[in-house]
């Protein structure tokens, strides 16, 4: 048995790295079975084309096993397809039993072995390691990793390999078999068509952390009419500074109405999209002039604001000091406060150096204004799909939220409404599967779209 130990910082006495090496075996391949956590195409496409030019011309096999939730062979379209093209390749080329396999993590969070087995008619190798079939783990371009290469183990070690990747065929799934589920699953596409939209608290970037001795914090009663009961006494609002504070809190959202609260957000079909982000659009308009002149009001170097928090800071030493009778370290207070400050000018502003920035400064940070301003961040629903169990929480808080509108006599929600005026009330997540399945996803889009036309 030969043994090789390569790493790209190996002292001396290391053996050197190659790819094309790593995979050359003497005689013809017959079998390479490959198992990695992460991988991307491009890497997968050169172990094809390397086992496909010496490859036994009568019975040869490549079968790649990868973690289904790491890898990117589901969760994007396009990359689906990429994965789905090679798959093919390696099928049409080697035959039935290769291609590209995910594996079921049998109750693990990530399938993480790195493990390439190769046997050729006149040599088997096992190479095994920290490598991943990607760009950087098999380069060794930014990742330091390790490899140990056996050639010609003993027949024992041989067996329990074959073993390993026996077990990983019956517990996998091929991508092409995997893409046809996907495709078949109606819930699937009725979900991944919609958008997610998560609630985005604007005050929460404006408080500032105070850290009050114990005596004040334990008290009932506030020590400074800045700091509300309802709130907690421990930080500052510093919005309640801006003079008319009150005008630029977002107003009840209409929006949620047309979406169901999930997991991952409030989730809303497709054909709600448009009518969600209208709403928004007309809270983001109403509030533009608000957030625009609060924003220039904190920044401006001349402005009154800096003036305020100094006496908000002397006022409430000036008060702990006659309720309590204790003392409080405003000092150092004050150089927490100059270096929260800076770092909420950074949030707003790529360019720092600004000292008087305006609502219309170029540097302005308008995603973040955008939150802000609609009290809403907006994603698209990721493929959860392609995990069960995240799948199955996805589903059943969608289920449960959708039950609780439904127990209303007269929800407002309007996706509650839709699915009463289908098919009564569900019974269970179960039902909602098959509503769509019977009734059909256009179904449910034609009364989406009567919906909105009333």
């Known amino acids: 048995m030969q043994t090789k130990l390569i790493s790209k910082h190996m002292p001396v006495g290391g053996d050197e790295y190659s790819f094309n090496e790593l995979f050359r075996v003497a005689g013809r391949i017959k079998t390479m079975y490959i198992a990695s956590a992460y991988s991307d195409v491009l890497t997968l496409r050169k172990i094809f084309r390397i086992c496909r030019a010496n490859r036994h011309i009568n019975n040869a096999r490549l079968v790649i096993f990868l973690d289904q939730s790491a890898n990117k062979a589901l969760p994007r379209q396009i990359e689906r397809q990429k994965y789905l093209y090679l798959a093919t390749q390696i099928r049409n080329e080697f035959g039935e039993e290769s291609g590209i396999n995910l594996v079921n993590q049998r109750g693990f969070r990530l399938f993480h072995s790195k493990m390439i087995f190769i046997s050729s008619t006149k040599e088997t190798k096992i190479i095994v390691g920290s490598i991943n079939m990607t760009r950087n783990g098999t380069t060794l371009h ?74 004040v914090l334990n008290s009932k009663n506030p020590v400074h009419k800045l700091l509300d009961e309802k709130e907690i006494n421990d930080r500052l609002n510093i919005l309640k500074i801006y003079p008319k504070y ?180 569900l019974e269970d997540s179960v039902g909602l599967a098959a509503l769509l399945r019977k009734r059909g996803v256009n179904s449910f889009s034609n009364h989406c779209e009567r919906l909105l036309q009333e």
């Open 142 to 215: 930014e990742n330091e990793e390790l490899i140990i290469s056996l050639s010609n183990p003993t027949k024992n070690l041989i067996n329990k390999a074959r073993l390993y990747f026996d077990d990983l065929m019956k517990n996998s799934i091929s991508v092409r078999d995997a893409e046809a589920n996907l495709q078949r699953d109606s819930l699937r596409s009725f979900f991944l068509a919609g958008k997610l939209y998560v609630k985005y608290n604007p005050i929460s970037v404006f408080y500032f952390p105070l850290n009050l001795p114990e005596e």
């Open 246 to 425: 009150k005008k630029i809190i977002p107003n009840r959202e209409s929006w949620s109405n047309y979406c169901i609260e999930t997991i991952h957000g409030f989730w809303t079909p497709y054909e709600f999209i448009e009518k969600v982000d209208t709403i928004l659009l007309g809270k983001r308009q109403k509030s533009d002039n608000s957030f625009a002149r609060i924003i220039k009001y904190i920044f401006n170097k001349d402005s009154k604001f800096s003036s305020g928090v100094n006496s908000f800071f002397e006022e409430l030493d000036e008060s702990i000091r006659g309720q309590f009778k204790i003392t409080w370290d405003i000092e150092s207070t004050h150089e927490r406060w100059h270096e929260w400050y800076k770092k909420l000018k950074k949030k707003f502003y790529r360019n720092t150096q600004v000292d008087e920035p305006t609502e219309n400064h170029s540097e302005l940070n308008k995603d973040l204004i955008d939150r802000l301003r609609t009290g809403v961040q907006q994603s698209d629903v990721f493929d959860f799909f392609t995990d069960y169990k995240h799948r199955d929480l996805f589903v059943d808080s969608f289920y449960d939220s959708l039950q609780f509108h439904l127990s209303k006599p007269r929800t407002p929600n309007k996706i509650a409404q839709i699915v009463r005026n289908m098919v009564g009330n």
